[in-house]
């Protein structure tokens, strides 16, 4: 065999070991491709579920209000929430009113009816260091 021959065919022997090697990546590649799109629909499903499930919660705390009824509540308590906060409300102040809320009526009746000069201002909000306003 001549030499021009003999080139021609370690030549075409590269090429096919060249196109093996080049069929074997793209192989790779497309399981990888195809492990990611599942890998997206994992996490779309995930968070799909986590949002109706959050959903669902909203739901129920604001006494079973679905759709716009409820992005009206929700809307309007964190409208109310920036508001006090950039009145200068700590977020624990804010909890604080929350958790005050049931008994937040007796209170200050129970306060209006005591002769106590002292209990006069109880359930009152101070936006001052001190109490000015007594006496």
């Known amino acids: ?34 492990s990611i799109q599942a890998a997206y629909e994992r996490r779309r499903k995930i968070i799909t579920d986590s949002k109706l499930y959050t959903y669902d919660k909203h739901s129920q705390l604001y006494g079973g209000a679905e ?10 308590e964190h409208t109310l929430i920036s508001k006090l ?9 804010i909890e604080g009113l929350v958790d005050s809320s049931d008994g937040a009526y ?10 106590s000069a002292n209990d006069e201002f109880v359930g009152q909000t101070s936006f001052f260091g001190d109490n000015s306003y007594k006496d």
Do not use: C, F, I, R
């Open 85 to 93: 906060t950039e009145s200068g409300m700590s977020y624990a102040d």
């Open 106 to 115: 007796s209170k200050s009746s129970d306060a209006a009816d005591s002769d």
């Open 1 to 34: 065999m001549s030499k021009k021959a003999m080139s021609e065919v370690t030549d075409n022997s590269a090429d096919t070991v060249m196109d093996g090697v080049l069929s074997e990546n793209q192989a790779k590649l497309n399981k990888l491709n195809s």
């Open 67 to 76: 759709g716009q009824a409820l992005l009206d509540a929700v809307t309007a």
